[in-house]
């Protein structure tokens, strides 16, 4: 695993295209990921697949710093991407996010995607 540096942030979105809170679809470099606004203000992003069912995450509902997948309510934590609510128990990839400018830039983890 490489450390992530500068070079590896691709800009997303601007912060502005962001609900004020909730979940966004987004592509990058092929993978598809959901670009996030927490309800603090803070902004994660994660694979876009729930690690129980092959649905989208960023059709589910944003609570604190968690998102419920639509499907079976399974839980994520937006920082950690561990399940804090069952049926998933696979945790979902973190990317790494940066806000700069307004613009929020990403650098995708060097993981492949969990699958189900
Ligand atoms: S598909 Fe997401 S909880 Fe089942």
Do not use: Q
């Not at 968690?66 to 804090?84: A, M």
């Amino acid at each position: 695993m490489s450390a992530t540096t500068d070079a590896d942030y691709v800009r997303v979105c601007g912060l502005d295209e962001l609900p004020a809170t909730g979940a966004a679809k987004a592509e990058i470099e092929g993978r598809v990921v959901s670009i996030i606004r927490a309800e603090d203000g803070s902004v994660h992003c994660i694979d876009d697949e729930c690690t129980h069912g092959r649905v989208s995450l960023s059709e589910g509902e944003v609570e604190g710093c968690e998102i419920e997948c639509w499907l079976h309510g399974s839980r994520f934590n937006l920082v950690t991407g561990k399940p804090t609510g069952l049926p998933a128990t696979v945790p979902v990839v973190v990317h790494s996010v940066r806000v700069t400018d307004g613009e929020v830039l990403v650098a995708l983890a060097d993981e492949a995607p969990r699958t189900v």
